[in-house]
């Protein structure tokens, strides 16, 4: 069965501090997708970043770089120099792939929030 | 990008009576749509998946007669919340994807979500 655990229940930080939201998962798939989203207090799902399960190439996106390693089953997402604005529950995601109804389900963790204070 | 529009944002009911919570794709067909629910400081939770034309794949714990889901056209999935009780009440995002065949995941664009409060 396919589980995403993010340990890390609520973090807090001064802002420009560096911060790491840690993500490991579980699949019996060898082809699957992570998911990070961020959720502000609106509610919105704001999408940040998809990796593919063969794809293990770290990225970094501005402020934001995420670290995928297969061999832990981890995909760690840090923001540096973090900002008030960065305050956020932050969502990490697994995708199951149905090839025969070609769609995907999303798992989620349980999230992260993170408080950035000035 | 894709957008999925989601209405209404927020609805406070009366116990006993439905609620009809809309999910649209604006700018794509979206053949597979999926409603989740979020309780306060909690995870989201896969409840449904819809096909355009078929009936909803329910998640082991969800009740088929409490939440009806309907999903008649590839822009428009509905979820109605019948004789809604108390213990509805959350935060319900519907994501929607154009994903077709099996080349794998596209990005699944999220609805802002609605706050259902049964009083």
């Known amino acids: 069965a396919q589980k995403v655990t993010q340990a890390q229940t609520e973090i807090s930080v001064v802002e420009k501090e560096d911060v790491t939201l840690d993500c490991v998962y579980e699949t019996r798939d060898t082809t699957y997708y992570l998911f990070w989203y961020k959720q502000p207090p609106s509610g919105e799902l704001v999408f940040l970043i998809r990796r593919n399960s063969f794809d293990e190439q770290n990225e970094i996106s501005g402020r934001y770089s995420w670290n995928f390693q297969k061999s832990t089953s981890s995909f760690n997402f840090t923001i540096t120099a973090s900002q008030v604005v960065d305050s956020a529950v932050y969502f990490c995601a697994l995708s199951e792939v149905e090839f025969s109804g070609g769609y995907n389900k999303l798992i989620f963790g349980a999230g992260t929030r993170l408080a950035v204070h000035p | 990008g894709a957008v999925v529009s989601q209405h209404p944002s927020r609805v406070i009911c009366k116990s006993g009576t439905s609620v009809k919570i809309e999910c649209r794709s604006l700018?794509?067909?979206?053949?597979?749509m999926f409603w989740y629910r979020q309780f306060p400081k909690k995870s989201l939770m896969l409840m449904a998946t819809s096909n355009e034309g078929s009936k909803a794949t329910y998640e082991q714990g969800v009740e088929k007669d409490k939440f009806l889901i309907n999903h008649a056209s590839l822009t428009l999935s509905t979820l109605t919340v019948t004789s809604a009780h108390p213990e509805d009440s959350s935060f319900y995002i519907c994501s929607a994807t154009s994903t077709s065949g099996s080349s794998g995941a596209n990005v699944l664009t999220f609805g802002a979500g609605s706050r259902l409060t049964v009083l």
């Open positions: 700018d794509f067909q979206a053949t597979t």
